[in-house]
């Protein structure tokens, strides 16, 4: 017992050390995750809300358990730092965690090299260094992953529980609704009474209630913007003004996706097959492998296999992450309950050698630079606390994220609070900070900028403070 904890503990410190070193030196401030600080910090001064992130499928929000994860330690800490170290965190216990799991099934030995391929997998590196609604579900998922493997329970106060854990994690993103399919279609072939089914059912209903508390005092406003006013099309047709795309042709669209899945978790999809298929197939290899693993595995194939179909338009690389974890993970526990079992050996030092270095490396966006002008608006006395003013923000490489989160959120937590992104018409002041040097004003065409009056931006006050352009335009 005594062994099998040092064991744990020991897991849970290397995983804590390899996920928040360099932090928060290598952290590249995220325009979303800025945006999620705000409410994360409205929430902490008493504003409670049913809501969370947006998600980009027309007018759908996701569930709000993602900000109240982390509102206890902004609480207490009102520190970015803090929610940075936190998150990392989470992704090491979920470590430790699956051992103690794989431990009551296999050897110390096999449940500790299962765990160590899980926790060196790139895609768990970065996203443990990156919190967001679309990255800090997965220490909940590989857990789920693992009860759906090894231990799925049949008491009614258990299964509904974990209905529950699988609603608040599809409430944080909705990309893993393969994972919420697979599981229900696991449950039925595991279950022995499969009526059961009906509290997993009922736990998933639950998760839901703020969304649909929201709809209801809202007049199902998020579904008659979605679907009766048709701007899930939006997503459909690829208009969200996102960059990357995926491929029409289901060849060039398998090759694509292959490559996505390689740089997250080593191997392409394929390899990741060929290596469950022989563990499957080949009965003298087989020692320990159980029905469960093989009806994860299978799902994991048909996920994939819809990933290439469905997800042909609009692409984030983590809209994959839910099912390449699914794939990577039941292939590790297939090769962990199975006499090829030291064949996780390799599969770590893969690890090792294409091990992403580069996520520790000094930060190109680090949250300091934003910080720094916020503070100097303020200090300059740019800004007035009675006069509303509004922010915009000019990037050389994107055009999504106008808003400027990044200065919005530290504004904020100096006292001076900008208006809504929807009130730039109404607002007397106008701050936009440019990152690209020499930028052409008359150019400039947004929906925001029209909102506040092209004709305002004839005449402006321009500050140089480093490596920004900083324009204040007024009415």
Same mark, same amino acid.
């Given at each position: 017992?005594?062994?099998?904890?040092?064991?744990g503990?020991?897991?849970?410190?290397?995983?804590?050390v390899?996920?928040?070193?360099?932090? +928060?030196?290598?952290?590249?401030?995220?325009?979303?995750?800025?945006?999620? %600080?705000?409410?994360?910090?409205?929430i902490?001064?008493?504003?409670?809300?049913?809501?969370?992130?947006?998600?980009?499928?027309?007018?759908?929000?996701?569930?709000?358990?993602?900000?109240?994860?982390?509102?206890?330690?902004?609480?207490?800490?009102?520190?970015?730092?803090?929610? !940075?170290?936190?998150?990392?965190?989470?992704?090491?216990?979920?470590?430790s965690?699956?051992?103690?799991?794989?431990?009551?099934?296999?050897?110390?030995?096999?449940?500790?090299? *299962?765990?160590?391929?899980?926790?060196f997998?790139?895609?768990?590196?970065?996203? /443990?260094?990156?919190?967001?609604?679309?990255?800090?579900?997965?220490?909940?998922?590989?857990?789920?992953?693992?009860?759906?493997?090894f231990?799925? #329970? $049949?008491?009614? %106060? !258990?299964?509904?529980?974990?209905?529950?854990?699988?609603?608040?994690?599809?409430?944080?993103?909705?990309?893993?609704?393969?994972?919420?399919?697979?599981?229900?279609?696991?449950? !039925?072939?595991?279950?022995?009474?499969?009526?059961?089914?009906a509290?997993?059912?009922?736990g998933?209903?639950?998760?839901?209630? +703020?969304?649909?508390?929201?709809?209801?005092?809202?007049?199902?406003?998020?579904?008659?913007?979605?679907?009766?006013?048709?701007?899930?099309?939006?997503?459909?047709?690829?208009?969200?003004?996102?960059?990357?795309?995926?491929?029409?042709n289901?060849?060039?669209?398998?090759?694509?996706?292959?490559?996505?899945?390689?740089?997250?978790?080593?191997l #392409? #999809?394929?390899?990741?097959?060929?290596?469950?298929l022989?563990?499957? !197939?080949?009965?003298?290899?087989?020692e320990?492998?159980?029905?469960?693993?093989?009806?994860?595995?299978?799902?994991?194939?048909? /996920?994939?296999? *819809?990933?290439?179909?469905?997800?042909?338009?609009?692409?984030?690389?983590?809209?994959?992450?839910?099912?390449?974890?699914?794939?990577?993970?039941?292939?590790?526990?297939?090769?962990?309950?199975?006499?090829?079992?030291?064949?996780?050996? *390799?599969?770590?030092?893969?690890?090792?050698?294409?091990?992403?270095?580069?996520?520790?490396?000094? *930060?190109?966006?680090?949250?300091?630079?934003?910080?720094?002008?916020?503070?100097?608006?303020?200090?300059?006395?740019?800004?007035?606390?009675?006069?509303?003013?509004?922010t915009?923000?000019?990037?050389?490489?994107?055009?999504?994220?106008?808003?400027?989160?990044?200065?919005?959120?530290?504004?904020?937590?100096?006292?001076?609070?900008?208006?809504?992104?929807?009130?730039?018409?109404?607002?007397?002041?106008?701050?936009?900070?440019? $990152?690209?040097?020499?930028?052409?004003?008359?150019? %400039?065409?947004?929906?925001?900028?029209?909102?506040?009056?092209?004709?305002?931006?004839?005449?402006?006050?321009?500050?140089?403070?480093?490596?920004?352009?900083?324009?204040?335009?007024?009415?």
């Amino acid at each position: 017992m005594k062994q099998k904890l040092l064991f744990g503990v020991g897991l849970m410190a290397l995983s804590f050390v390899l996920y928040f070193f360099k932090l +928060p030196g290598s952290y590249n401030f995220d325009s979303d995750f800025a945006r999620d %600080l705000i409410n994360i910090h409205t929430i902490s001064q008493g504003h409670l809300t049913l809501l969370g992130p947006k998600s980009s499928f027309g007018g759908l929000y996701t569930g709000p358990y993602y900000y109240y994860l982390f509102v206890p330690i902004y609480r207490i800490s009102h520190s970015l730092n803090a929610i !940075l170290f936190f998150n990392a965190l989470l992704f090491a216990c979920s470590i430790s965690l699956v051992f103690f799991i794989l431990n009551k099934h296999l050897s110390l030995f096999r449940a500790t090299l *299962a765990s160590l391929a899980l926790a060196f997998l790139p895609l768990l590196i970065t996203t /443990s260094r990156s919190p967001g609604n679309a990255f800090s579900y997965i220490p909940f998922l590989i857990v789920a992953l693992t009860i759906f493997s090894f231990a799925i #329970p $049949e008491k009614n %106060l !258990l299964i509904f529980c974990l209905g529950l854990l699988l609603g608040i994690i599809l409430n944080f993103h909705y990309s893993n609704i393969f994972f919420i399919v697979s599981a229900w279609m696991i449950l !039925l072939l595991t279950l022995k009474k499969r009526m059961k089914i009906a509290y997993f059912a009922l736990g998933i209903f639950v998760s839901y209630l +703020p969304l649909g508390l929201f709809e209801l005092k809202h007049g199902l406003v998020m579904f008659k913007n979605t679907f009766v006013n048709g701007s899930y099309h939006t997503f459909l047709n690829d208009q969200n003004g996102i960059q990357l795309h995926a491929k029409k042709n289901i060849i060039d669209n398998f090759l694509f996706l292959s490559e996505q899945f390689r740089q997250v978790i080593i191997l #392409p #999809p394929l390899v990741w097959v060929a290596i469950g298929l022989v563990l499957m !197939l080949y009965k003298k290899a087989q020692e320990r492998i159980s029905a469960p693993q093989k009806n994860l595995f299978i799902f994991s194939i048909l /996920s994939s296999v *819809a990933l290439v179909f469905i997800l042909n338009g609009q692409f984030a690389i983590f809209y994959i992450y839910p099912v390449a974890i699914m794939l990577a993970l039941s292939v590790v526990l297939l090769v962990a309950s199975s006499k090829l079992w030291y064949s996780l050996i *390799a599969i770590i030092l893969l690890e090792l050698l294409f091990f992403p270095s580069s996520l520790y490396k000094p *930060a190109v966006r680090s949250y300091k630079i934003f910080q720094d002008a916020s503070n100097y608006l303020v200090d300059k006395k740019l800004i007035d606390k009675n006069n509303s003013f509004n922010t915009i923000q000019i990037r050389k490489e994107t055009s999504i994220a106008p808003y400027g989160f990044e200065y919005r959120y530290f504004l904020i937590e100096r006292g001076y609070i900008p208006a809504d992104v929807t009130e730039y018409q109404q607002s007397h002041t106008l701050i936009l900070f440019s $990152e690209v040097k020499k930028l052409d004003l008359v150019s %400039l065409n947004s929906w925001e900028i029209n909102q506040f009056g092209k004709e305002n931006l004839q005449k402006y006050n321009r500050y140089n403070f480093k490596n920004l352009t900083i324009y204040k335009f007024e009415k």
